[in-house]
């Protein structure tokens, strides 16, 4: 009697844990997603997708660049004119200046989003547009030399808008803010004529032994009419520019010995300007 009651005993335990093990599987496969709910899923997560690239696309065409951009740098500036602007083209016309020489390009780019190109056949060049709400940046290949004159170039920034350059003979690399701040004291109004004129620069030596750092500059392509020489140390600023509105040397210092006459150093430089008369400051 007693084996029989353990051998029925051991039919439902084995009963029970057997239900068990399918109620536990059937649990497991319901919870795992069909075929129509992946499909689902990924219909949801491609619509998020396109929307997200719907909303950039969006903020992309709101930028308005129809208009004029220019790209400030003194005695290089340059001049971006955009028209029938779209969401896949436009229209434009490129011109900058290195000193007395030009160049320019007029086209139609190629827009996608926030990017622009535009490609010559003939010469090879390719420029790059990056396109912002108030600023365009432009890269180019060296096969664009071909469209402008020497010393010429179409890359930058462009700014939105006209003509706005600020700055000084700190900023453009001539000179250290205490030269700066001494040379500003005895030129006076004539600092712009010297920030005009020395556009390209290059140093020179000291041939009258008075410690001074020189730095001499043109403006390219009229280098003749266009020019300044600076020789300044801690103490003293002796220097000349052209001025070719009135076609005369100005020449400034606070040196007493120099007060009436030049430099060994300017006399040398002044071989190479077409102006003869000197005026001292």
């Known amino acids: 009697m007693k084996w029989i009651m353990v051998v029925l005993i ?52 709101n930028i308005q660049l129809d208009g004029e951009w220019t790209r400030n740098l003194l005695n290089y500036t340059g001049s971006l004119i ?41 010469s090879g060049c390719e420029l790059s547009f990056e396109l912002t709400e108030n600023k365009i940046t432009i890269e180019q290949n060296n096969a664009c030399e071909y469209w402008g004159g020497a010393g010429t170039f179409f890359y930058g920034e462009y700014d939105k808008g006209g003509v706005s350059i600020e700055t000084d003979l700190v900023k453009q690399g001539v000179l250290n803010e205490s030269e700066d701040a001494l040379f500003r004291g005895i030129v006076g109004d004539d600092y712009d004529l010297y920030l005009e004129n020395i556009s390209s620069y290059f140093d020179l030596e000291d041939r009258d032994k008075l410690g001074t750092r020189v730095v001499a500059g043109f403006i390219r392509g009229i280098a003749p009419s266009n020019g300044g020489i600076i020789m300044v140390n801690e103490k003293h600023v002796y220097a000349a520019v052209t001025d070719s509105e009135n076609s005369v040397i100005r020449y400034h210092t606070n040196d007493p010995t120099y007060q009436d006459k030049l430099p060994y150093t300017i006399t040398e430089w002044r071989e190479g300007i077409m102006f003869e008369e000197v005026v001292f400051e």
């Open 82 to 122: 955009i028209t029938n602007a779209t969401e896949k083209d436009f229209s434009f016309k490129l011109g900058v200046v290195a000193g007395g020489n030009v160049g320019s390009i007029e086209g139609k780019a190629d827009r996608s989003l926030e990017t622009a190109t535009w490609a010559d056949a003939e």
């Open 10 to 61: 051991g039919v439902i335990i084995i009963g029970i844990i057997g239900f068990s093990s399918i109620f536990s599987f059937q649990t497991e496969e319901h919870e795992q997603p069909g075929e129509g709910e992946t499909i689902g899923i990924e219909e949801q997560e491609k619509k998020e997708i396109e929307g997200e690239e719907q909303e950039n696309a969006g903020e992309t065409s």
